[in-house]
T-cell receptor
Framework: GIQVEQSPPDLILQEGANSTLRCNFS?????LQWFHQNPWGQLINLFY???GTKQNGRLSATTVATERYSLLYISSSQTTDSGVYFC??????????FGAGTRLFVKA | GAGVSQSPRYKVAKRGQDVALRCDPI?????LFWYQQALGQGPEFLTY????????KSGLPSDRFFAERPEGSVSTLKIQRTQQEDSAVYLC?????????????FGEGSWLTVV
């Protein structure tokens, strides 16, 4: 099956800083998505981004499907951005594969 | 409902005990997924339902795990003869359509601890 690698595994930011999270796939994937899991465990879908670039407020994401990677940009980080960021995709069907996540802590 | 609801939120089971975890998906959502998330790891796929049909159960780790969605809405994940390695958060998710490109909405999870 496909392998999903996320980097960095852990990240500590000062409030207001910008950051880039990366997701690499071992094979072509469909339906790439980014999720945020808050400290209470709730997973929220951030972007459905199989290709191209999307922006939502301070967050944006870019997927280069031909090179099998996706990037999540966080600008002007806030303490509420803390949590774990996951990317996920599938190779057809409904078995979505998640990466191990990037654990982000934003300091006030 | 407004979101995916799971119960119980927390469950402590003695080793060997059977447990049942319930998921109420968003009303009208056709697709329902179960995931298992161990501490410090990403969610791992367990099974997928399209309405009442279980189309993919390839992620169920053993025959002690069983899931059903008899009327195409509420789903139950049952774990028989629980073992310590079953300790994890069990996440349910639903999506509106049958295409894997639909946005997936997750519940808050059922945290299972086997002692």
């Amino acid at each position: 099956g496909i392998q999903v690698e996320q980097s960095p595994p852990d990240l500590i930011l000062q409030e207001g800083a910008n950051s880039t999270l990366r997701c690499n796939f071992s094979d072509s994937v469909n339906n790439l998505q980014w999720f945020h899991q808050n400290p209470w465990g709730q997973l929220i879908n951030l972007f459905y981004i199989p290709s191209g670039t999307k922006q939502n407020g301070r967050l944006s994401a870019t997927t280069v499907a031909t090179e099998r990677y996706s990037l999540l940009y966080i600008s002007s980080s806030q303490t509420t951005d803390s949590g774990v960021y996951f990317c996920a995709g599938d190779t057809g069907g409904f078995k979505t594969i998640f990466g191990a996540g990037t654990r982000l802590f934003v300091k006030a | 409902g407004a979101g995916v609801s799971q119960s119980p939120r927390y469950k402590v089971a003695k080793r060997g005990q059977d447990v049942a975890l319930r998921c109420d998906p968003i009303s009208g959502h056709v697709s329902l997924f179960w995931y298992q998330q161990a501490l410090g790891q990403g969610p791992e796929f367990l099974t997928y339902f399209q309405n009442e049909a279980q189309l993919d159960k390839s992620g169920l780790p053993s025959d002690r795990f069983f899931a059903e969605r008899p009327e195409g809405s509420v789903s139950t994940l049952k774990i028989q003869r629980t073992q310590q390695e079953d300790s994890a958060v069990y996440l349910c998710a639903s999506s509106l359509g049958v295409s894997s490109g639909n946005t997936i909405y997750f519940g808050e999870g059922s945290w299972l601890t086997v002692v």
